[in-house]
């Protein structure tokens, strides 16, 4: 059974930082691009990073190129999005993803596998 778990959500002032974590079980993770997207209330789902499966290569929206990082460690199966300078637009809940082949990293249809989201709030 394949099982994305999101853990390092939480509250921080403007211009803080959060680091979330996302732990995959029941799959051959070094066998899938990892992602990051975020859905606030009343948006749509939208892209915030990627990370091929060999760690090669990385993808971030425009809106948060600078200042998020995506990294992962295939040993133990997790990926991190390390979050610098956050503001209140930021706010949503963060979703990880799993998906496989050389489809769009930035697509959220590409991804067949989801974490069940943490809240990351940033207040002004």
């Known amino acids: 059974q394949v099982r994305l778990a999101e853990s390092g959500g939480g509250l921080v002032q403007a211009g803080g930082s959060l680091r979330l974590s996302c732990a995959a079980s029941g799959v051959t993770f070094s066998s899938y691009d990892m992602g990051w997207f975020r859905q606030a209330p009343g948006k749509e789902r939208e892209f915030v990073a990627a990370?091929?499966?060999?760690?090669?290569?990385?993808y971030y929206a425009d809106s948060v190129k600078g200042r998020f990082t995506i990294s992962r460690d295939n040993a133990k199966n997790t990926v991190t999005l390390q979050m610098n300078s956050l503001n209140p637009e930021d706010t949503a809940v963060y979703y990880c993803?799993?998906?496989?082949?050389?489809?769009?990293?930035?697509?959220?249809?590409?991804?067949?596998?989801w974490g069940q989201g943490t809240q990351v709030t940033v207040s002004s």
């Open positions: 993803a799993a998906k496989q082949g050389p489809y769009d990293s930035t697509w959220h249809r590409n991804y067949y596998y």
């Open positions: 990370i091929k499966w060999s760690a090669t290569t990385t």
